[in-house]
Structure formats: structure tokens, C-alpha cells
């Protein structure tokens, strides 16, 4: 998750979109994260975020907003650009492993969080987390702070949280990459129907509340 593009780049990666025909709910995903979503060392096409349009090809729009080796702090900085350039009905922040690499303040990832839902919400776009987990070796009193941000966001904001679920893939022989890391396109899938069932659900539910 190092980070390596520059701002010029970002503003690129704007207009590199997955576009699906015609809304059939009217919605519109953003997935906010890090090199998780941006497809790290594998082809963009056989990213989990690339897979969930294809299966999304009942009309909702789905856009990769995410950057190998960004943290929250680079996140909330992007954010308003991309909220405003494409009005977002769902935004999944898939943010904070890097700030935990990096061992930065728990509490500053926790804010940065915060200020990202507010501006969701702001912009009429519902926030979703994605909730992260460090390796051990990083310590368990830090491991677990930084796990529990999560859920008590999730709670304190009333969004929808993804719980991580994907300590399996560490230990399942294929499914990361040489450098410890990064998931590789086997286990590009498995992270596509986590995060797709979750998902789904939610946005049709919130649709039908929110029609007229």
C-alpha cells in the first residue's frame, strides 16, 4: 500500500470510471480506498471493484475513486472533488490500513473518518465503512484500537459497516501477493461478493425508502 501516484495522476484517475448503462435504482456507488479497491499488482479489469460492475449490469454506476497507498488524510483531501464531479448516491470508504501501517494516531484516522461522512451526507451521498484490521506483529493494544474505530463509528454515526472479513485470504495459498500484502486476482472474488452482498441489499432498501 506505498504510495507512489502524484496529484496530477489523481486528477486523471477521475475520468477512469466503470459506467453502466442506464440507472435502474437511480444509484450511483464512489469507492473511496486504498490500493484494496485500486487493484494493486493485477490488471484494474480483474479487481473486485471492476467485477462488481459487471455483475451490477442492472444499471447502477459504479466508480473506482481509489489510490494505491492512500490514507484517510489523502482521502478527505479527494473526496469533495469527487463528490462534486460525480454526485455520488452511496460512497464506500475503504480507508485507514494505510494510517495503521504507518502507526499514525489513532485518533486522527478516526476524525479524518468522520469529517469523510460528513461531507458524504453533506453532498446527499450515504457513507458506507469498510472496516479494517492490521497484521499482529503491529502490536495488540495498537491492533485493536485501531480495529474498534470501525464498528464504533458505524454506531455513533448510524452507517452501514462491511465488517472485515477476509483474514482467511492470508492463509489461503494464491490469494495474496508476493510482498505479504496485496490480495491477488484469485482473491479478487471472494472480496467482490463480500462487499456485493452487503451492498446490495442495502442500496435496493435504501431506494425504496427514498422513492417518492
Not at 38 to 58: F, S
Not at 88 to 111: A, C, F, S, T, W
Not at 149 to 158: G, R
Not at 190 to 200: M, N, P, Q, R
Request: hydrophobic share 45%; charged share 15%.
Amino acid at each position: 500500500m506505498r504510495f507512489f501516484l502524484t496529484t496530477v495522476f489523481f486528477r486523471g484517475v477521475c475520468c477512469l470510471f466503470i459506467l453502466l448503462g442506464a440507472n435502474t435504482y437511480g444509484s450511483t456507488l464512489l469507492v473511496l480506498g486504498d490500493s484494496l479497491s485500486a487493484g494493486y499488482g493485477i490488471t484494474q479489469k480483474h479487481g473486485w471493484v471492476a467485477l462488481l460492475a459487471d455483475d451490477w449490469d442492472d444499471g447502477h454506476q459504479v466508480i473506482n475513486g481509489s489510490i494505491s497507498g492512500d490514507t484517510t488524510g489523502g482521502g478527505l483531501n479527494r473526496l469533495p472533488l469527487l463528490l462534486e464531479t460525480f454526485r455520488p448516491d452511496y460512497v464506500l470508504l475503504e480507508l485507514g490500513g494505510n494510517d495503521g501501517l504507518r502507526g499514525q494516531p489513532i485518533n486522527l484516522m478516526k476524525r479524518n473518518l468522520l469529517a469523510m461522512i460528513e461531507l458524504c451526507r453533506q453532498a446527499g451521498a450515504e457513507p458506507v465503512l469498510f472496516g479494517m484490521r492490521l497484521p499482529p506483529n503491529y502490536g495488540r493494544r495498537y491492533s485493536d484500537a485501531f480495529a474498534a474505530v470501525y464498528p464504533l463509528l458505524a454506531q455513533q454515526e448510524e452507517v452501514l459497516l462491511i465488517p472485515f472479513q477476509l483474514e482467511q485470504l492470508a492463509i489461503t495459498e494464491g490469494m495474496i501477493q508476493e510482498d505479504g500484502l496485496h490480495p491477488t486476482a484469485l482473491a479478487q472474488p471472494i472480496i467482490k461478493d463480500v462487499i456485493k452482498a452487503a451492498l446490495e441489499p442495502f442500496m435496493i432498501n435504501q431506494a425504496l425508502i427514498q422513492k417518492p
